[in-house]
């Protein structure tokens, strides 16, 4: 049984709560297991926070869109905006060795994102903005 | 779910437990509520964790910036029963080998005594 979902917001702060009220409701209607689910919110988060923060930078908040997919064997969610083109692959590599007083605040979101999804997939959106392909598989280990 | 955060003295540290999910919504007031511990000098923290299944790299922020203000002061910031999920976390970022790690409160209030 496949349960599907979208939700289309500004992208603003504003929003972020019905974002996270979306995708917890989505999961909770999938039946995720409690890991998967704080997987797959988590990375809804730190995608919706990063286009809420930069996507849009300079100018009015345009839509953020979430597509929910879940059926027996994963979960595919696909997050699409229409701000400035950023690929993920280009993301800057996290600093997980320095010192406590070298370690910058930030810059752990994309990183999380690929330790907790078993695949992530950017493509450009044709006329300006960015889709990322969440797919977290059930009952993995990842 | 939403987030609480409270606190009490215990000798000469703080413990301030929270409650809920530490996310992009609650963060800030989890950071200034440390913050204004660490502000009134109050810099020997334990960060009581049992409450919380949940943290994104908002509340990995507010975890790092109490660390660095407390450190720089001379004092430190010390997490106690972390959950497993919020473990797994802070071990994906490279925060266990930072942060100092304590099964339970008592514990962690105790090795401030060390």
């Given at each position: 049984?496949?349960?599907?979902?979208r939700?289309?917001?500004?992208a603003?702060?504003?929003?972020?709560?019905s974002?996270?009220?979306?995708?917890?409701?989505?999961?909770?209607?999938?039946?995720?297991?409690?890991?998967?689910?704080?997987?797959?919110?988590?990375?809804?988060?730190?995608?919706?926070?990063?286009?809420?923060?930069?996507?849009?930078?300079?100018?009015?908040?345009?839509?953020?869109s979430?597509?929910?997919?879940?059926?027996?064997?994963?979960?595919?969610?696909?997050?699409?905006?229409?701000?400035?083109?950023?690929?993920?692959?280009?993301?800057?590599?996290?600093?997980?060795?320095?010192?406590?007083?070298?370690?910058?605040?930030?810059?752990?979101?994309?990183?999380?994102?690929?330790?907790?999804?078993?695949?992530?997939?950017?493509?450009?959106?044709?006329?300006?903005?960015?889709?990322?392909?969440?797919?977290?598989?059930?009952?993995?280990?990842? | 779910?939403?987030?609480?955060?409270?606190?009490?003295?215990?000798?000469?540290?703080?413990?301030?437990?929270?409650?809920?999910?530490?996310?992009?919504?609650?963060a800030?007031?989890?950071?200034?509520a440390?913050q204004?511990?660490?502000?009134?000098?109050?810099?020997?923290?334990?960060?009581?964790?049992?409450?919380?299944e949940?943290?994104?790299?908002?509340?990995?922020?507010?975890?790092?910036?109490?660390?660095?203000a407390?450190?720089?002061?001379?004092?430190?910031?010390?997490?106690?029963?972390?959950?497993p999920?919020v473990?797994?976390?802070l071990?994906?970022?490279?925060?266990?080998?930072?942060?100092?790690?304590?099964?339970?409160?008592?514990?962690?209030?105790?090795?401030?005594?060390?």
């Open positions: 049984m496949t349960h599907e979902a939700i289309t917001c500004a603003s702060r504003d929003s972020l709560a974002l996270l009220r979306f995708i917890e409701e989505a999961c909770a209607n999938a039946a995720l297991g409690q890991e998967e689910a704080i997987a797959v919110r988590m990375s809804v988060e730190e995608l919706c926070e990063n286009i809420i923060k930069y996507g849009y930078a300079g100018r009015e908040p345009g839509p953020l979430i597509e929910f997919a879940g059926s027996d064997d994963q979960v595919v969610v696909a997050v699409e905006d229409r701000g400035r083109p950023f690929d993920p692959r280009q993301a800057p590599p996290p600093d997980l060795t320095s010192d406590w007083d070298r370690r910058p605040l930030g810059g752990l979101g994309w990183h999380l994102v690929h330790k907790l999804m078993d695949e992530v997939r950017y493509e450009p959106v044709a006329e300006g903005g960015n889709r990322v392909t969440l797919v977290k598989r059930r009952f993995a280990t990842t | 779910m939403p987030m609480e955060v409270t606190a009490e003295l215990l000798g000469h540290t703080t413990v301030v437990r929270v409650v809920g999910s530490v996310d992009g919504l609650t800030d007031t989890l950071t200034g440390l204004s511990h660490v502000d009134e000098g109050r810099i020997r923290l334990v960060c009581d964790l049992s409450g919380v949940y943290t994104s790299s908002a509340g990995l922020r507010a975890l790092l910036g109490t660390l660095k407390a450190r720089q002061q001379g004092g430190d910031f010390r997490l106690a029963a972390v959950q999920g473990h797994r976390i071990e994906l970022s490279g925060f266990t080998s930072i942060l100092k790690l304590y099964g339970d409160v008592d514990t962690a209030v105790a090795s401030f005594a060390e």
